[in-house]
């Protein structure tokens, strides 16, 4: 079975801090996906990030850096110099990567609000 | 942007009367899946499709069926709709057969089940 954890459920910053989103998986696959996804206050759900599970490689985008150890079985996500803009709820979600079955499972999302 | 919208986007209805959920993607994906969205749970599969006429169930597909007679549409049906199924309803499509594994959502539809 597959599982996602975010055990952080509200996190509250002020703008320009720095905060991490932590993500913990738990599967029986060797080769599998991570994802994050952002869901701002409109509803809607952005695709930020996929990470293959042979590949542990840190990545940075902008503001934005994943922090991905295979050892822990974590995904971490972070924001640097957070911005309002950032307000929204993210999820973590894990796929195996082959066989049928293409669900994400996912966690149950971390709700950051960043204050002015 | 993916091209995929849903509709409608707001409905409210009885229990008891048959709802149908409609997601149209112009991207010529393979792939559609619909989600449901509640608190406290994240997100959940319910039903997906791999082709046209090709379906299969998700983990919380009871009361649920679906139906892909096009590439471009995905049906959601819940026959006889009752008050757990009140949830915000998400469309996603996915590049598989690129090897895209990533899967771009809908702008979501909030079902009421009074």
């Known amino acids: 079975a597959q599982k996602v954890t975010q055990a952080q459920t509200e996190i509250s910053v002020v703008e320009k801090e720095d905060v991490t989103l932590d993500c913990v998986y738990e599967?029986?696959?060797?080769?599998?996906?991570l994802f994050w996804y952002k869901q701002p206050p409109s509803g809607e759900l952005v695709f930020l990030i996929r990470?293959?599970?042979?590949?542990?490689q840190n990545e940075i985008s902008g503001r934005y850096s994943w922090n991905f150890q295979k050892s822990t079985s974590s995904f971490n996500f972070t924001i640097t110099a957070s911005q309002v803009v950032d307000s929204a709820v993210y999820f973590c979600?894990?796929?195996?990567?082959?066989?049928?079955?293409?669900?994400?499972?996912f966690g149950k999302g971390t709700l950051l609000t960043v204050n002015p | 942007d993916a091209g995929i919208t849903q509709s409608p986007r707001h409905k409210v209805t009885e229990t008891g009367t048959p709802v149908t959920l409609r997601c149209h993607q112009t991207?010529?994906?393979?792939?559609m899946y619909w989600y449901r969205q509640d608190p406290g749970h994240g997100l959940r599969l319910i039903h997906y499709?791999?082709?046209?006429?090709?379906?299969d169930k998700g983990e919380v597909s009871d009361g649920y069926s679906v139906s892909r007679s096009k590439t471009e549409d995905f049906l959601l049906t819940l026959e006889s709709a009752t008050s757990s199924q009140t949830s915000v309803y998400f469309c996603?499509?996915?590049?598989?057969?690129?090897?895209?594994?990533?899967?771009?959502f809908g702008p979501g539809t909030r079902l009421t089940v009074l």
């Open positions: 996603a499509i996915s590049d598989r057969d690129r090897g895209v594994n990533e899967q771009f």
């Open positions: 599967t029986r696959d060797t080769t599998y996906y």
């Open positions: 990470r293959n599970s042979f590949d542990e």
């Open positions: 979600a894990l796929m195996r990567s082959g066989g049928s079955n293409y669900k994400l499972t």
């Open positions: 991207e010529n994906h393979r792939y």
């Open positions: 499709s791999y082709g046209v006429k090709d379906t």
